[in-house]
C-alpha cells in the first residue's frame, strides 16, 4: 500500500515517462480492494492520498495519464479520499464534474493561512546571521516579519522565495547588499511578479558583475532561462549545452548563481525551474517587459537541435535510423 501511495504522489515519478506508461489508473485501482478491506476491519480508520500541485502537470508528459486516471476513477469506498491542491486550471472542470467531488477553495487572506505563514517565517527566518543586517537598517526581527506577512498577502510562495533569497545573500558575502535591501524599511516588493522582476534584476547585475560582461543576458542568461522556461520536463546538464550553446563550465557557474530559481531533480543532474509562476513570468511580455523571452524562439531552439542531430530535415533525418538521442 505504502508502495502505491509513494507512486502516486511522488514528483519526480510523475515526471518521469518510464512510469507514466505503468498507468496511474491502475494504481488507483489498487487501492480499492486494500480500503474495503480496512473499512470492514476498522470502519474509523481513513487513506488520505495527496496529490500536490496538480496545474504543474502541465510541463509534465503525466498530464493527460494522472488527469484522466482520477477522472476515471471508480467509487471509491467511504474511508478513501483524494485531496487534490491545484492553482485554478480550465482542465479542472473535468476532475469537478465528478459527482463525488468537492471544490474547497482556500482564502489567501484568512486568518489560518496567515497563522501558518507566520509560523514558517518564523521557524525559516536565519538566526543570528540576519541580526547584524537588521539592526544596521534599524528593524526587529517581529517587525520585519509584519511586514513580509504583509507583502505575501497570503501568498506562501512569495514568502517562500523571499526567505530562500535572505539565506542565500547570506552565504555569499558578496550579495550582502541584496539581503540588506529586502530587509530595509521599503525592501519588499508589492507582489510576486514585482518580487520576481527584482530577482531577475538581481541575477543580471550579479553574472555582469561575475565576468560574464554587459551582454551576459543576451548572451548566457537568455539562452539558459529560455530554454528551462519552455521545457516540458527536466533537462540534463548535455542538453542545456546542446540547447543552449553554453560551455560546460560556463553553464555549471549559471546554474549555481541561479539556484534559488533552478532546481536539480535527481541523479541525473537533471534540471528545472523550481515553480512554474517562474517560467510563466518569464515568458509574459507584460509581467517580464525588461528581460523578454520569447518561447517561440526557444521551442524553436530545442527543435533545431534535434533535427540537426539527426541529420537535418533536409537530409530526411538519417540520423532517427541508427543513433540514440538522448
Not at 476513477?73 to 485531496?83: A, E, G, H, I, S
Not at 501568498?155 to 541584496?178: D, M, T
Not at 546554474?255 to 541525473?268: K, M, N, S, T
Request: glycine letters at 6%.
Amino acid at each position: 500500500l505504502l508502495g502505491i501511495l509513494q507512486c502516486l504522489v511522488d514528483q519526480d515519478a510523475v515526471a518521469d515517462r518510464r512510469h507514466v506508461h505503468l498507468g496511474h489508473l491502475h494504481r488507483i485501482r489498487c487501492l480499492l480492494d486494500p480500503a474495503q478491506l480496512l473499512y470492514q476491519t476498522d470502519p474509523e480508520a481513513r487513506i488520505v492520498v495527496l496529490v500536490d500541485a496538480l496545474d504543474e502537470l502541465r510541463y509534465s508528459p503525466a498530464e493527460e495519464d494522472l488527469l484522466r486516471a482520477l477522472c476515471e476513477m471508480p467509487d471509491m469506498p467511504p474511508n478513501l479520499r483524494f485531496v487534490v491542491t491545484s492553482r485554478p486550471e480550465r482542465f479542472l472542470d473535468r476532475l469537478l464534474g465528478r459527482f463525488d467531488a468537492r471544490e474547497l477553495p482556500l482564502a489567501m487572506r484568512a486568518d489560518e493561512n496567515r497563522r501558518d505563514l507566520r509560523a514558517y517565517a518564523v521557524s525559516n527566518l536565519p538566526n543570528g546571521r540576519l541580526d547584524p543586517v537588521l539592526a544596521a537598517e534599524n528593524r526587529t526581527r517581529a517587525g520585519f516579519v509584519r511586514d513580509l506577512l504583509d507583502r505575501a498577502d497570503g501568498n506562501f510562495l512569495y514568502l517562500r522565495s523571499v526567505l530562500r533569497a535572505i539565506e542565500e545573500g547570506l552565504a555569499v558575502p558578496q550579495k550582502a547588499r541584496q539581503v540588506r535591501a529586502l530587509v530595509g524599511e521599503d525592501g519588499l516588493p508589492g507582489d510576486l511578479d514585482a518580487l520576481y522582476d527584482y530577482f531577475l534584476a538581481s541575477i543580471v547585475d550579479w553574472v555582469k558583475r561575475s565576468g560574464f560582461g554587459p551582454a551576459s543576458w543576451r548572451q548566457v542568461l537568455r539562452p539558459l532561462l529560455g530554454t528551462l522556461a519552455v521545457a516540458r520536463e527536466p533537462l540534463s546538464e548535455e542538453q542545456l549545452v546542446a540547447f543552449t550553446d553554453l560551455d560546460i563550465e560556463d553553464l555549471g557557474d549559471l546554474l549555481r548563481e541561479l539556484r534559488q530559481f533552478v532546481e536539480p531533480v535527481d541523479a541525473r543532474r537533471a534540471y528545472r525551474i523550481y515553480h512554474t509562476s517562474f517560467a510563466e513570468y518569464l515568458l509574459d511580455a507584460e509581467s517580464n517587459a525588461d528581460y523578454r523571452i520569447d518561447g517561440r524562439k526557444w521551442h524553436g531552439r530545442i527543435a533545431d537541435s534535434y533535427l540537426n542531430a539527426w541529420g537535418g530535415l533536409e537530409s530526411s533525418l538519417p540520423g532517427l535510423q541508427q543513433a540514440e538521442v538522448r
